[in-house]
């Protein structure tokens, strides 16, 4: 894989900026910052769009009420909008956080108000959208918790645009307890058959089940098989997975574990379009001090994973790229 | 004879794992330097919910240790100096804060991220 790299970006949480692209390769951009106290635990979304001209807009807020909203993704829709998600807490107080939506033109404009989707979500893990239908149905993927502190993901899918959502779908009942933050989300693509496919990190009940998992919904999301383990926890950490789908229908995982010095590197692994076949893992990077929050992208034939070095006060950005084979089997 | 007793995320009369970090003001910062009294160590980060909900009491905790005779030790993981150093700033910290922006001491003591409190 040929490499590049980028310093001087900082670590951390998973409440990153978001980017999405249209057809045309505009850029638009989500991320969230502080509010009025400085806490970024009571943040807003902002969002700034390419001009066309090579600068971005004057970035605004999309969130209506204030200091409440954090963890956005945006999406182009396949009917030629943006789709923008994230975690919301003005329902505060000992409620779990909601789901909340908003639509966007490609010109910026906003097409909704904000509107909640769902409830009951973890505080502070990233969210994961795919779409079907020309953009009719949408499917999205966060982590849950309940009363009890117990963690599982869930699947939502929508028939009408991500205007409303069916009941939330269980991907498995992991079973994790934890009174803390994973910061570590799910991530979900779909192939051409339909097929969902969502990888994600959990410990389960033990620490002996923790590790990177995969599920295939082959039911439009009606129920997702029995979980795999992609790779186990070589040591207690938190790991980060995300995954992209190819053209072939062939999964690309990526995700951080612990290498034999116990420092976190970046792995990948691929599962055949017959849902049977993974490759060997591969280890990507080499960082002195560790590698964490792996980003997939799959254009055309270039297979791009991205994630971020740091090594003490020092971090920086890894871009590698490899050619595979992304056409579809005649 | 000492014995080791077993409570969840807690066992008793084993010696705590020796670290050696520099704080957010560039001093050191080891384990040994708080020999002698009890020490409760907060894994934490800035950006981290229930770290910032439960702070409060870390804090009221750390400001009677040197009146009680122990100490309080914050130990920042996954985190940058300057977002520790303004959450500090913004909370009104009143105890030591460790970076350990490598995670060895995080993983030393095992923990899968923050928050975790040992004592």
Redesign the interface.
Known sequence: MAGKQHRGS????E?GPKVAFSADKRAYVVWSIPGE?????RANIRFAMDDGKGRFTAARTLNEVKDAARFPIIETTPDGNLLVAWIDRRIDGPKPRQLYLMRLSLDGKSLTKNYQVGEGLC??CKLGIAFADGGKTVYMVDREVDGNKIRNHVLRKSTDSATSFGAPVEINNDGWQ??????SGPSIGRDSRGQLHVSWFT?GRSEQE?GIYYSVSKDDGKSFAPRQLVQANT????LYATLAVGNDDRVYLAWSN?DGD???QIYLRTLAADGLTWSPVQQLSRAK??AGRPVLALVKNQLQVAWTE????DSRVVLRSATVDNEKSK | MLTAVKVPRLVLAVPAIAFDLKSVDGNSVGLASFRGKPLMMNFFASWCDPCREEMPLINDLAGKAGKDGYAVLGIAVEDTRAAVMQYAQEAKLVFPIALDLNSTVKRAYRIFGPRDVFH
Do not use: I, Y
């Open positions: 900082r670590p951390g949480e409440n106290k400085g806490d970024k635990t505080e502070c934890v009174p803390s933050c994973p910061h410990l923790a040591a207690p950490e938190t612990l116990n420092k976190a001090g560790n740091t090594d003490g006060e």
